[in-house]
């Protein structure tokens, strides 16, 4: 085939910019079908975004014969249970991260897919970024020299609950499965892996001393890539300030860069001085991700993000956090 016709279960916010209209601007890509249980709501994003059909039932959806690949943007809980059902269908799969609520439903979801033989790939769109993709040329060109070190830092004031009380989903533990390192935090530990291959060994700590909620909000940890590089990391969601960035420390200099701020600058560090480069940010942040796997899927290209490389994150992610 020479298009890749995507369905979406879940036209929620995510869906709006960061990542529904890239399927519709991908080469080789179409957005024919949308699903979300609220069928005004579905219908209402369908007529808005140009979609030409709305359901109100997943299942209709990934019947449609006219929808070749399905998006998943759920909240995680219901991740694997579409992931099951997509595979089913032996429709390829791009899902939003985590793939399931801990390391065993994630586990699951991949050998689902494994099983029967339908790809899976996982929106960390950042591997797709000009970006973070130029940090990894940097580094394979030994711009500050070979890699020793990395350290990671994330740190953000405590969620406060709603009018009515109720907390964010990401601090629920029965629909987060833990605390904000497993959705804000995971997107850093899964560039190291991409720069840095997988992780072999890692020890956590996990606390909660802010009280605010039943999920750890203090993690701190070290661990050791394939490769040999080093790396240590803190994740405070109590903290005064907002902290963001990234590390890494060579044989001949340092290259720093925040990792949710997809606008911020990469600055080079070396003897000859200070450098600090920007790129422009997609209209669309997942649209150039969203690219790489319609290529993958038309035999074009090979997406970054897979299940594979997902589970890799979250097993560290549960390894950090044991003891939470």
Same mark, same amino acid.
């Given at each position: 085939? =020479?298009? +890749?016709?995507? !369905?979406?279960?879940?036209?929620?916010?995510?869906? &709006?910019?960061?990542?529904?209209?890239?399927?519709?601007?991908?080469?080789?890509?179409?957005?024919?079908?949308?699903?979300?249980?609220?069928?005004?709501?579905?219908?209402?994003?369908?007529?808005?975004?140009?979609?030409?059909?709305?359901?109100?039932?997943?299942?209709? #959806?990934?019947?449609?014969?006219? +929808?070749?690949? +399905?998006?998943?943007?759920?909240?995680?809980?219901?991740?694997?249970?579409?992931?099951?059902?997509?595979?089913?269908?032996?429709?390829?799969?791009?899902?939003?991260?985590?793939?399931? $609520?801990?390391?065993?439903?994630?586990?699951?979801?991949? &050998? #689902?897919?494994?099983?029967?033989?339908?790809?899976?790939?996982?929106?960390?769109?950042?591997?797709?970024?000009?970006?973070?993709?130029?940090? !990894?040329? @940097?580094? &394979?060109?030994?711009?500050?020299?070979?890699?020793?070190?990395?350290?990671?830092? @994330?740190?953000?004031?405590?969620?406060?609950?709603?009018?009515?009380?109720?907390?964010?989903?990401?601090?629920?533990?029965?629909?987060?499965?833990?605390?904000? $390192?497993? =959705?804000?935090?995971?997107?850093?530990?899964?560039?190291?892996?991409?720069?840095?291959?997988?992780?072999?060994?890692?020890?956590?700590?996990?606390?909660?001393?802010? !009280?605010?909620?039943?999920?750890? =909000?203090?993690?701190?940890?070290?661990? #050791?890539? &394939?490769?040999?590089?080093?790396?240590? !990391?803190?994740?405070?969601?109590?903290?005064?300030?907002?902290? =963001?960035?990234?590390?890494?420390?060579?044989?001949?200099?340092?290259?720093?860069?925040?990792?949710?701020?997809?606008?911020?600058?990469?600055?080079?560090?070396?003897?000859?001085?200070?450098?600090?480069?920007?790129?422009?940010?997609?209209?669309?942040?997942?649209?150039?991700?969203?690219?790489?796997?319609?290529?993958?899927?038309?035999?074009?290209?090979?997406?970054?993000?897979?299940?594979?490389?997902?589970?890799?994150?979250?097993? +560290?992610?549960?390894? #950090?956090?044991?003891?939470?």
């Amino acid at each position: 085939m =020479d298009v +890749v016709r995507w !369905g979406i279960i879940g036209c929620g916010d995510v869906t &709006e910019k960061k990542s529904g209209p890239g399927f519709q601007k991908a080469r080789g890509a179409q957005l024919v079908a949308v699903m979300r249980r609220n069928g005004e709501l579905a219908r209402d994003y369908a007529q808005r975004h140009g979609v030409p059909r709305w359901y109100d039932d997943a299942d209709r #959806l990934i019947a449609d014969p006219e +929808v070749d690949a +399905v998006y998943i943007a759920t909240p995680p809980t219901t991740h694997v249970e579409y992931i099951r059902l997509v595979a089913d269908a032996g429709k390829p799969v791009y899902c939003e991260k985590p793939m399931g $609520i801990g390391f065993d439903a994630s586990k699951e979801a991949v &050998e #689902l897919c494994a099983s029967r033989g339908v790809p899976l790939h996982v929106a960390y769109y950042r591997r797709g970024m000009e970006k973070y993709r130029a940090i !990894g040329s @940097l580094l &394979e060109k030994k711009a500050i020299g070979s890699v020793r070190h990395v350290h990671v830092s @994330l740190h953000a004031q405590s969620l406060a609950a709603d009018a009515t009380g109720e907390l964010p989903w990401r601090v629920r533990p029965e629909l987060s499965g833990g605390g904000l $390192i497993l =959705d804000v935090g995971s997107h850093g530990l899964d560039l190291l892996d991409f720069y840095f291959g997988p992780i072999t060994a890692v020890h956590g700590i996990a606390t909660n001393q802010g !009280g605010s909620y039943a999920v750890e =909000d203090m993690v701190t940890g070290t661990w #050791l890539h &394939e490769s040999g590089v080093h790396g240590s !990391g803190s994740w405070c969601f109590t903290a005064d300030r907002e902290e =963001d960035f990234v590390h890494i420390y060579g044989s001949a200099g340092r290259i720093s860069f925040s990792v949710l701020d997809v606008a911020g600058p990469v600055i080079v560090e070396t003897g000859a001085g200070s450098e600090e480069i920007l790129f422009a940010v997609p209209e669309h942040v997942q649209q150039p991700l969203i690219q790489i796997v319609t290529d993958d899927l038309l035999g074009r290209d090979t997406s970054p993000s897979t299940g594979a490389s997902a589970l890799r994150t979250d097993r +560290v992610l549960e390894e #950090l956090r044991k003891g939470a």
